[in-house]
């Protein structure tokens, strides 16, 4: 069974700096791009970043850019994003996802674990 | 960027079919994924690649698309239909969401 457990959430101040992990287990995690994906308090789902399944290729939207990594270690089945510069609008519940592909593409997102909150805030 | 319209809220009487719709410029053109949402949980993948359904999501759920919108079906609809539906697309190697929409089961 597919299992995807994030932790690191919790509150920060404005321009602080948080790093999210995800415990994946269940799939053999190496083969399979990975996502974050957010939501803010009562909003709708924001894709935030994606990763290929060596690491090799990232990708960010234009809102995390430069501020927001993703990486992963595929010996420890982690999924990481670390975010510096944090802002009051990144509040949000913060998902990791499965793409069914090991490249990062035009693929859906399968697999869903239950989320980590980050509370931007002074 | 690529923006995906959906209709706020969608209502529909118990045991009716549902059609929740997702707008782009030519949308027919690419995979379409569909996700629904319940209060406090995550969402849960019900249609990909416009009209493909994962294992263990009911018949009643179906998916098409075509020109400059694509559309979930929810046929039978159930109280415990009653929950958020997102779609999804790929564009520009970004993963774009639409703004959802709250579908009521009366």
């Known amino acids: 069974e597919v299992q995807l457990v994030e932790s690191g959430g919790g509150l920060v101040q404005p321009g602080g700096s948080l790093r999210l992990s995800c415990a994946a287990s269940g799939f053999t995690f190496s083969s399979y791009a990975m996502s974050w994906v957010r939501q803010a308090p009562g909003k709708g789902l924001e894709w935030v970043s994606g990763?290929?399944?060596?690491?090799?290729?990232?990708h960010y939207a234009d809102s995390v850019k430069g501020r927001f990594t993703i990486s992963r270690d595929n010996s420890k089945n982690t999924l990481s994003l670390q975010m510096n510069n944090l802002r009051a609008e990144d509040t949000a519940v913060y998902y990791c996802?499965?793409?069914?592909?090991?490249?990062?593409?035009?693929?859906?997102?399968?697999?869903w674990g239950q989320g980590t909150l980050v509370t931007v805030s002074s | 960027s690529y923006d995906l319209t959906q209709p706020l809220s969608v209502s529909v009487a118990l045991g009716q079919t549902a059609r929740i719709t997702c707008g782009g410029n030519n949308i027919g053109t690419k995979n379409v994924h569909w996700y629904l949402q319940k209060p406090g949980q995550a969402p849960v993948l019900v249609i990909y690649r416009d009209s493909n359904r994962p294992s263990g999501i009911p018949e009643r759920f179906s998916g098409s698309n075509s020109r400059h919108t694509a559309t979930l079906t929810i046929s039978r609809a159930q109280a415990g239909d009653e929950a958020d539906y997102y779609c999804q697309v790929w564009d520009s190697s970004l993963v774009v969401f639409g703004g959802g929409t709250k579908l009521t089961v009366l």
């Open positions: 990763i290929s399944g060596s690491g090799g290729s990232t």
């Open positions: 996802a499965t793409f069914p592909s090991y490249d990062y593409g035009d693929f859906e997102l399968d697999y």
